[in-house]
């Protein structure tokens, strides 16, 4: 089966300046998730979705960060206005329903200069 | 205090060694248990997961103890491909991992 897609694989964009992520589950998996890893830093959860709604968005840093998966397929994470700390490496990962098997996208390099 | 925390490293041993990760976690109430391998600029992957009976997977061993909230991981015959981050990740809730800062394991010939 095809992986987690994650588009772009780099951004550069400048402070102020909107930037949206893309996420491609891999087909059948309910569940979606938003990861993040700031420079020198453990991984962070951002939020999950099953299906279309969002289940969970306790990890989200702040309202600048938007997350959508209309339809229950891709996903979606805008980054409205960037600032200099939202540069990290942001992660995708699904998983089926009743099943702890995550996988990961390769991720999104995202830097604000 | 971190939720999970590990020893950052760097290992660094020789081909053929046996290593050895340690990783506490503070929430009494976390369901699973994984170790995650995290290769440099690529993303984390499933290693293994880790239940109290202890399990194995060819060289490598995890073991969970959940009166001490302690995960480990041994790695036996280390290979120079094992060399790597190893994350120590808790799912708190059924969906939503918490992952530790990873340790170093550099293996030299």
């Known amino acids: 089966e095809a992986g987690v897609t994650q588009f772009p694989s780099h951004s550069v964009i400048e402070k102020g300046q909107t930037v949206t992520l893309r996420c491609d589950p891999i087909s059948g998996h309910d569940n979606l998730y938003w990861y993040r890893r700031v420079m020198g830093k453990e991984i962070k959860f951002l939020l999950h979705f099953v299906k279309e709604s969002k289940q969970d968005e306790s990890g989200m840093p702040n309202n600048r960060f938007l997350a959508e998966r209309t339809g229950g397929t891709y996903s979606t994470l805008k980054v409205q206005p960037a600032e200099l700390e939202d540069s990290g490496v942001y992660f995708c990962?699904?998983?089926?329903?009743?099943?702890?098997?995550?996988?990961f996208g390769s991720g999104t390099r995202l830097t604000v200069v | 205090r971190k939720e999970v925390e590990q020893d950052p490293g760097p290992f660094n041993v020789p081909e053929g060694a046996t290593v050895a990760f340690n990783c506490t976690y503070s929430?009494?109430?976390?369901?699973?248990f994984f170790w995650y391998r995290q290769d440099c600029r690529k993303e984390p992957k499933l290693l293994m997961s880790v239940y109290s009976s202890g399990n194995e997977d060819g060289r490598f061993t995890a073991q969970l103890n959940r009166a001490s909230q302690y995960i480990s991981l041994l790695i036996r015959d280390s290979k120079l491909s094992d060399s790597a981050t190893y994350l120590c990740v808790v799912d708190d809730n059924g969906n939503k991992l918490v992952f530790g800062a990873g340790t170093i394991l550099r293996v030299k010939s």
């Open positions: 990962a699904s998983s089926r329903t009743g099943n702890y098997g995550y996988t």
């Open positions: 929430n009494s109430a976390s369901q699973s």
